[in-house]
């Protein structure tokens, strides 16, 4: 059995041993709404595919053009087992509810480490998902680089109270870096962008370490709202 949850996912479980992104641009608000619709339906419309699979979520973006997408796998294998055995009924019928959908990329990656508060319940009002690019593939950069992101996080002189969470993710091929970010608003995000510093975070010596790391080639910042949640239940 598949059932909807508005509950936020748990990005540190630590049954999660491939959790997966990926993005859709769709092109519309209204499309946006019609897609996510559609995967509820096709999804709730049949049983849950795996035991493998822990849950699955979708995000509108704030751009009114994509969804993003995670997944919890238990394993690689688990998605190779879905994508032989599930997946295509489920993208056909997606594709017929709302056609054109562009996938743009699947991205695979490892959780790495994580920053939050036990005693913190707030509910997240904006995910902010923070991608990083490197020049070539290198795992103990990836690595590096985001123990240099924590360090500075920790030592923030003026950390802004907007801020709920973040979870680094490693991608498999070594070369991105993903920051899935709760925040307790869009507008708490961008006063933290606005404020004095190049980004997230005071003009600090520890930032502008992460800023200018060896071979940091890119990176680009998007905001979603959560809009549907399935697990097995």
Known sequence: MT??????????????????????????????????EAIGVTWERRPWPADGLLGYHVYTGHDASTLLHYSQWRSDAAYEAFVKTHRQERVDEIDTAVPGIERLRLGRYRHHRSLSRPDDTRVPGCIVIVDIEFEGPDPDRQRAWVDAVVEALEAEPNP???????????????????????????????????????????????????????????????????????IPG
Do not use: C, M
Not at 11 to 17: D, Q, S, V, W, Y
Not at 162 to 189: K, P
């Open 3 to 36: 059932r909807r949850t508005d509950a936020h996912p748990d990005l540190a479980r630590p049954e999660i041993g491939a959790p997966f992104f990926s993005t859709w641009r769709v092109g519309t608000p209204l499309r946006q709404r019609r897609a996510v």
């Open 160 to 230: 802004h109270p907007g801020g709920i969470s973040a979870h680094f993710h490693l991608s498999t091929d070594g070369t991105r870096v993903l920051n899935y970010a709760e925040w307790e608003s869009a507008q708490a995000h961008l006063d933290a962008l606005a404020a004095p510093g190049d980004g997230i975070g005071s003009a600090t010596a520890l930032w502008e370490r992460v800023q200018t790391w060896p071979g940091l080639k890119g990176s680009t910042v998007s905001r979603y709202d959560h809009a549907l949640g399935l």
